[in-house]
């Protein structure tokens, strides 16, 4: 193979092998896989995914093919998610969590396992995404997308000049600049910004959550929101935003001048995939879904749509040649060691986490 390729293939296996490491409070809960897989479904699936997060034309052509409809709810972080499960909503057949959260949803008993590596196109996991450290051996996740999360920054602005870092993003006080409304990755960000190593940041030392604390005591972006930051970005109503690399990939697309900001204190490395929750309504038809989605077609569809790599071997030959182009998707070796994979923290560090973004967020 040519350099470029030997280049992304090394950097992918370095990426994969992050995602496969142990991490601190992930387990595995028994259960039962239901049967033969189904060959075929009617009726509906509900699904609950990230906001602008699956390509509609996909969801079409499943059901064209399957003859299921799609139902499909957004959620903007997580822990929205997490709330909506544990307050009792049985009504989704299939959603669509992180890493870190694929494990604490395990924990508490709200997933199904159903053997997802023994599914017709569970063949089509890549190897090295198959034991990762959330669900050892795929028994309750399929691979979705995965990427990180840095900043996007469109270079009109003499500001991203400036920004090599969370510490210069946290203090830089530029006008039009928007953050996730997410408190992983805000708080392990300002973790970062003032010293905390990737390897503590589960840390329970109050201290350190204190001085994160003081840092984005004095961040006021105009806008914190998950959602519509691709849209801001084209619109010009904002230049500098936190931003998965799939979105800075697709605000590149329309605002060539946008780069993608790997901060020198590292940054999260995340997967999200595609579980089913106990009580799901439309078990059969779920499991049709999730197998549909891991064809490599389908999935390259979807990398295509979304602007992140996926999980599912073969997928790369019907991806989009700038989507395989661009640094912000593929992540440059000289990057790879600064990608460290999302914190699942214990619950003690889990609540320190929302008690700094509650403050910062009501303090705005």
Not at 7 to 19: N, T, W
Not at 104 to 116: A, F, P, S, T, Y
Not at 127 to 145: C, H, T
Not at 324 to 332: L, N, Q
Request: a negative charge.
């Amino acid at each position: 193979m040519g350099s470029k390729m030997r280049h992304r293939a090394s950097a992918i296996a370095a990426i994969a092998a992050v995602l496969a490491l142990s991490a601190c409070g992930s387990s595995s809960s028994d259960g039962a896989s239901s049967g033969a897989f189904p060959t075929a479904g009617t009726g509906e699936v509900h699904v609950y995914n990230w906001t602008d997060y699956i390509d509609p034309e996909q969801l079409k052509a499943f059901t064209a093919e399957t003859g299921i409809k799609v139902v499909l709810d957004t959620f903007d972080s997580n822990e929205t998610l997490l709330a909506k499960l544990q307050a009792g909503a049985t009504g989704y057949d299939v959603v669509v969590p992180s890493d870190y959260m694929v494990a604490q949803m395990v924990e508490l008993n709200l997933l199904q396992k159903v053997d997802v590596a023994g599914f017709p196109n569970g063949k089509n996991i890549k190897p090295n995404l198959m034991d990762v450290y959330w669900d050892k051996g795929r028994q309750y996740s399929a691979p979705w997308m995965y990427g990180t999360t840095g900043i996007a920054c469109n270079t009109v602005d003499p500001n991203c000049a400036k920004i090599t870092s969370w510490k210069d993003w946290f203090t830089i006080g530029a006008p039009k600049m928007d953050s996730l409304k997410d408190q992983v990755e805000v708080v392990s960000a300002a973790l970062r910004a003032t010293g905390v190593a990737a390897a503590d940041l589960c840390t329970t030392d109050k201290s350190k959550y204190l001085a994160a604390q003081n840092l984005l005591d004095g961040f006021k972006p105009a806008v914190i929101d998950s959602d519509s930051g691709i849209e801001r970005v084209i619109a010009g109503t904002s230049n500098i935003r936190q931003a998965w690399n799939g979105s800075a990939h697709r605000m590149k697309a329309k605002v060539p001048t946008v780069e993608y900001i790997y901060p020198k204190e590292g940054l999260n490395l995340w997967a999200d995939n595609l579980v089913i929750p106990v009580g799901a309504p439309n078990l059969d038809n779920a499991k049709i879904f999730i197998n549909w989605m891991m064809d490599p077609k389908n999935a390259a569809a979807e990398s295509n749509f979304t602007g992140y790599d996926n999980g599912i071997t073969g997928s790369d030959a019907f991806m989009a040649a700038d989507l395989k182009s661009d640094p912000a998707v593929i992540m440059p070796a000289d990057k790879v060691a600064l990608a460290t994979p999302t914190p699942n923290c214990s619950k003690e560090a889990r609540d320190l986490y929302t008690q700094v973004f509650t403050t910062w967020t009501t303090g705005q």
